[in-house]
């Protein structure tokens, strides 16, 4: 039998029990549409949970301090920062691709302004800690470069500097100097969280994240809203927001390393240039990181996760329930094909023997069938990823206008990667393949003689 002849039989076969091979391939679709739906919906939530909010391929460490609890209050003993022989101990760990230390800003800061942006100025006490400009290359480009506040530019007014520097002591007959300011990240948590719960309370405005770029505004360093002020004068300088940065402090501004760590040093002592608080550890790949927990631990450091260990526990488990529900609902649907099958062979078991009588051999019988059941499960398997992609975007598009803004709200809540939808229609066809199997087999096997007896 040619592939022509062949191709003919199996659209004849399908136009005679269209309604019942129909019938059967809606409960396949809907069970496909449920498992693509299902997991889509599982890897979109893992892929916000762990990628913004609590990233897999980053672990924060810091040195583990031991503590004293009197009176409600609690004292450090001993220190509780990094060196640079620890960090190059861990740059030279298996499993890690870069080390990226992290420095807290050790005195209060004030930061005023704002009345461009949000109408009228405001004054509050800020906290802040420092990074290096490549951790955040990725994200922000070169608008995180820091090249010091210094210059030897000569002004007499803002304009005559620049978008990324001021001018110092310049005006009408005077000469000034340009004043590079100083750039700034926020967490998009913060803005998410200024935008849905922070400006109700205040009476302001919502911010729109790009247009707030290039937005400037002063801070004081050594000064303070909260206790008196030092004896030491404050240090004033300008701030510039570069950016939005997930690697942000989640409640305040990050800076350049070397600019927090060089008020550090003026407020301080020579000794905070090198005590780093903390460090960023990026894996090569997140499944490296069973191995390098265990050698921080091994070093006597602790990770601060925020639960991302336990949160990709759960992830992985809710995938997996989702994917048994949705893989329940594909197996009801196979039996339902196996079901319509068997009826469809039964009432042409006559037809077999005769075709067996011909000379048509059980295999090829058995071909016209299963390849039958094949396009069925094609069909149904793609309208069912259809529909799952479909019932996703309908729902994204409502959660856009009717979910209120939440911190890390995603564009979408579901995330189809191309093997998911593939793997949808090759899982309708096995359901149907499979599905129809048995009947085939129990049809093909009878002795036709029999069969045209019966009949």
Known sequence: MTLRRFARLVALDLRRSRRRLAAAGIGVAMGVAALVFLLGLAFGLRSTLLHRVLPLDRLEVAAEAKNLDLLGLRFGLGSDTLDGELLSSLRALPGVAGVYPKMKLTVPAVASGGGSLLG????????????????????????????????????????ECGDRAYCVGGGIGSEGTCRNTVPVLVSPYLVELYNGSFRRAYRLPQIDPDAAIGFTFDMAFGASTLRPARARPARHERMRLAGFSDRAIPLGVTLPLEFVREVNVAFGTQRAA??????????????????????????????????????????????????????????????????????????????????????????????????????????????????????ASVIDVMGRFWVPDFPFKPDSFFEFEPWLLVGGVTLGILACVLGAAWPTLAATAADPARALTES
């Open 120 to 159: 009228s100025a405001v004054q509050t006490d800020l906290v802040a800690d420092g990074i290096a400009a490549e951790l955040v290359s990725d994200e922000v480009g070169e608008a995180f470069r820091f090249d010091g506040v210094e210059t030897e530019t000569p002004c007499r007014s803002d304009r």
């Open 274 to 391: 090198d005590a780093y608080h903390s460090a960023i550890v990026r894996l090569d790949r997140p499944r490296d990181g069973p191995a390098v927990l265990a050698a921080l631990e091994e070093m006597g450091l602790v990770v601060t996760d925020r639960g991302a260990r336990r949160a990709a526990q759960m992830m992985a488990l809710l995938v997996a329930i989702l994917g048994i529900v949705g893989g329940a609902v594909l197996v009801v649907a196979a039996v339902s094909v196996a079901h319509a099958t068997y009826i469809t062979v039964s009432s042409r078991r006559r037809e077999i023997a005769v075709m067996r009588a011909l000379g048509a051999s059980r295999r090829k019988i058995r071909g016209l069938f299963l390849a039958e059941a094949g396009l069925v499960g094609a069909v149904a398997g793609a309208f069912g990823v259809a529909l799952a992609v479909g019932a």
